[in-house]
């Protein structure tokens, strides 16, 4: 049996589909592993929105839509496993497209698609791992003890080994910035 402070304790900044895989995978090897993001779910770019708005006399209309990735296609044999094993889950469903009939059939590529929404992949890959949602890193922090994510508001979380950030490249470059 190891000891518990030979775990690794790993933070993972954003909760898109790259932080959720890492972070499964991470805690999966038996690393501790915290998922952070700022927004209130997973997704990332992978999200759905929604518009509601006053239609004729008065009826509320609502719609949704996925607005980053609307479908996922898949080549690598690893990454076809997990969306086998997220369908299987009912987390993602095979695309049923239909195509223009002027678009050339070598366009069609084999397509999934997050159920009910593109969010739903990336909940299913984080569904066991610890996450602190609506919590901005603002700053990264080395202490003697590891990293200190510092948060929105001033509160710390930590300390880290490691820090894995799995954001858009001006996102990280706030938090990479002095270090």
Do not use: Y
Not at 76 to 91: N, S, W, Y
Not at 147 to 158: D, K, R, S, T
């Amino acid at each position: 049996m190891s000891d518990p402070k030979d775990t690794k304790r790993i933070a993972v900044v954003g909760a898109g589909i790259a932080g959720a895989a890492c972070a499964a995978s991470l805690q999966q090897a038996g690393v501790q592993v915290t998922l952070f993001d700022k927004s209130r779910g997973v997704g990332g770019r992978m999200s759905t929105r929604r518009a509601a708005w006053a239609g004729e006399g008065g009826n509320e209309c609502t719609v949704e839509f996925d607005h980053g990735a609307q479908a996922i296609t898949a080549r690598q044999p690893r990454f076809r496993a997990l969306l086998a094993r997220a369908e299987a889950a009912g987390a993602v469903a095979h695309w049923q497209h239909r195509v223009h009939a002027e678009w050339p059939a070598a366009a069609v590529r084999e397509a999934w698609v997050a159920t009910p929404g593109m969010p739903a992949l990336v909940r299913h890959l984080a569904r066991d791992v610890p996450l602190r949602l609506a919590q901005a890193v603002q700053r990264l922090h080395r202490t003697a003890e590891g990293w200190q994510l510092v948060l929105a508001g001033g509160e710390l979380a930590g300390p880290f080994d490691q820090v894995m950030l799995a954001l858009p490249p001006a996102q990280a470059a706030v938090l990479l910035a002095g270090h």
